[in-house]
T-cell receptor, first 111, second 112 residues
Framework: GENVEQHPSTLSVQEGDSAVIKCTYS??????FPWYKQELGKRPQLIID?????GEKKDQRIAVTLNKTAKHFSLHITETQPEDSAVYFC??????????FGKGTHLIIQP | NAGVTQTPKFQVLKTGQSMTLQCAQD?????MSWYRQDPGMGLRLIHY???????DQGEVPNGYNVSRSTTEDFPLRLLSAAPSQTSVYFC???????????FGPGTRLTVT
C-alpha cells in the first residue's frame, strides 16, 4: 500500500518568516495530494490540495508544489502569523480507497 | 446542511464490551471513510465505502466492522473493545475520488 513520510515533525519559525513542510509518497498511482490543518481538539480542515496533473498551486499565503518524478510534494506558508500555529498533515490518495496520511508537523510560530 | 455528524462525542468502554460509533452525512456524498488518530501517528484509515452496499478495508481494519445500508449513514462497530482501540475516531465523506474529504467532529474513545 501507499506510504507517506512527512518532515519535519516539529517546525518553529519566527512570525513573518516562511515555513516549508515536505512529504514523500511511495505509490506512483497516487493522484491526489491534500494538506490538512488541525488545531488542538478539532477536526482536520483542508487548506489546499493538488492533483497529479498540476505542478504547483497557490492560495494567498499558502502554496503546494508536486514533483511526480521524485514522488514528493511540499507545503509553503509565507508571512507566517500566530494563527498558523497548528499541526499540519499531508496525505496521498489514488482514488476511492481513502487517504494515507503523514504523521504530521507541529508548526510553532514564535512572536 | 449539518455536514458530517458523529455520535457520541466521548465514550468510555470496558475491555470486551461492544459498541457502535455513528456517522451520518447530509451532502449526498458517495464516499465515506473511518479513520483513527493516535498521538504521533497521524490518521489511519480503518474502513471505507464507495457507495451504499459497498465497503472495503483500510490500513487498520482488525477489530472493527462497518456496513453501508444507506448513502447517509456509515456506522463503525467495535466487536470486543481492547485498550489498543483507545483513540480519536473521525468519520469523513467526499463527493468524489479526488475531492476534499469533509471530516466529522470526532469521537474520543477510551477503553479501560
Amino acid at each position: 500500500g501507499e506510504n507517506v513520510e512527512q518532515h519535519p515533525s516539529t517546525l518553529s519559525v519566527q512570525e513573518g518568516d516562511s515555513a516549508v513542510i515536505k512529504c514523500t509518497y511511495s505509490d506512483s498511482a497516487s493522484n491526489y495530494f491534500p494538506w490538512y490543518k488541525q488545531e488542538l481538539g478539532k477536526r482536520p480542515q483542508l487548506i489546499i490540495d493538488i492533483r497529479s496533473n498540476v505542478g504547483e498551486k497557490k492560495d494567498q499565503r499558502i502554496a503546494v508544489t508536486l514533483n511526480k518524478t521524485a514522488k514528493h510534494f511540499s507545503l509553503h506558508i509565507t508571512e507566517t502569523q500566530p494563527e498558523d500555529s497548528a499541526v499540519y498533515f499531508c496525505a496521498a490518495s489514488r482514488g476511492a480507497d481513502g487517504l494515507t496520511f503523514g504523521k504530521g508537523t507541529h508548526l510553532i510560530i514564535q512572536p | 446542511n449539518a455536514g458530517v455528524t458523529q455520535t457520541p462525542k466521548f465514550q468510555v468502554l470496558k475491555t470486551g464490551q461492544s459498541m457502535t460509533l455513528q456517522c451520518a452525512q447530509d451532502m449526498n456524498h458517495e464516499y465515506m471513510s473511518w479513520y483513527r488518530q493516535d498521538p504521533g501517528m497521524g490518521l489511519r484509515l480503518i474502513h471505507y465505502s464507495v457507495g451504499a452496499g459497498i465497503t472495503d478495508q483500510g490500513e487498520v481494519p482488525n477489530g472493527y466492522n462497518v456496513s453501508r445500508s444507506t448513502t447517509e449513514d456509515f456506522p463503525l462497530r467495535l466487536l470486543s473493545a481492547a485498550p489498543s482501540q483507545t483513540s480519536v475516531y473521525f468519520c469523513a465523506s467526499t463527493p468524489g475520488q479526488t475531492y476534499e474529504q469533509y471530516f466529522g467532529p470526532g469521537t474520543r474513545l477510551t477503553v479501560t
